[in-house]
Nanobody, 122 residues
């Protein structure tokens, strides 16, 4: 199994940057596709970005395209989300998740971290 733990959340002003990191355990990490999701107050969980097992393919939600970058380092068992030009509407709990095959459907992901809070002030 894959165990995930997010870090790097915090409070930042609009226009600022933040980098989230997800540390994974288990030697099967490199065979999994990864995704970042978020849940804002009063809203459903939504996909933010995804990356396949090798890092050769990525997906971004329209709301973050051009501002966020997902990356992974299989040698270090980590996946990152670089967030630039942050907006108040980016405020949410951010989760990393793992799935065997590249997928954009939230229900398809098998393993989830506990989440990290990102708050963007006006």
């Amino acid at each position: 199994q894959v165990q995930l733990a997010e870090s790097g959340g915090g409070l930042v002003q609009a226009g600022g940057s933040l980098r989230l990191s997800c540390a994974a355990s288990g030697r099967t990490f490199s065979t999994h596709a990864m995704g970042w999701f978020r849940r804002a107050p009063g809203k459903e969980r939504e996909i933010v970005a995804a990356i396949n097992w090798s890092g050769s393919a990525t997906y971004y939600a329209d709301s973050v395209k051009g501002r966020f970058t997902i990356s992974r380092d299989n040698a270090k068992n980590t996946v990152n989300l670089q967030m630039n030009s942050l907006k108040p509407e980016d405020t949410a709990v951010y989760y990393c998740a793992a799935v065997k095959t590249f997928n954009l459907v939230v229900g398809a992901y098998d393993y989830w971290g506990q989440g990290t809070q990102v708050t963007v002030s006006s």
